[in-house]
């Protein structure tokens, strides 16, 4: 197992919120939007919906290193 690279861990976090952001301050409204459709979902369609975003997440990290 190679060694946890924190450095690299903590900079991929604040890009990650970097770029939510953005998001944020760029649409306002359509987040407020996309958060209050999330809020009506139910739990198994957000776990879904998470659990397919995790998958993805670590593809793409594959395919870059």
Do not use: N, Y
């Amino acid at each position: 197992m190679e060694h946890f690279d924190t450095m690299l861990f903590i900079k991929a976090f604040g890009l990650a919120v970097a770029m939510e952001g953005m998001l944020w301050a760029g649409f306002p409204g359509k987040m407020r939007e996309a958060a209050l459709q999330a809020s009506r979902q139910s739990k198994t369609t957000l776990r879904a919906i998470g659990s397919i975003m995790v998958v993805a997440g670590v593809l793409v990290c594959a395919l870059g290193f």
